[in-house]
């Protein structure tokens, strides 16, 4: 089992910056995958960063050199730095996990104003 909490997201205007962080707790060394996905209401969730263990992060398309995530092993922790956010970022974004199942955080919502 693992149990994934997101930090609380927020209010920006476009063109700001904001961090979230995602913590781990529980069977964290049989993640194979962590990264996050967001939601609009009324669409599927999709899949914004995605790493998989020894490989170099995968971006959508939307998002590529504006968001960066990383990994902190020791810590436990997943970050996704969103620089240059443009209003269509607004969404929930939720912190997901695989090992031999899928994990999926409580989701925590960012606003960008235009």
């Known amino acids: 089992q693992v149990q994934l909490v997101e930090s609380e997201g927020g209010l920006v205007q476009a063109g700001e910056s904001l961090t979230l962080i995602c913590s781990a707790s529980g069977d964290v060394f049989e993640i194979r995958r962590m990264g996050w996905y967001r939601q609009i209401p009324g669409k599927s969730r999709e899949m914004v960063a995605i790493i998989n263990s020894g490989a170099s992060p995968n971006y959508a398309d939307d998002v590529k050199g504006r968001f960066t995530v990383s990994k902190d092993v020791n810590k436990g922790t997943m970050s996704l730095v969103m620089n240059r956010l443009e209003p269509e970022d607004s969404a929930v974004y939720y912190c997901?996990?695989?090992?031999?199942?899928?994990?999926w955080g409580q989701g925590t919502q960012v606003t960008v104003s235009a």
């Open positions: 997901y996990a695989r090992t031999f199942d899928d994990y």
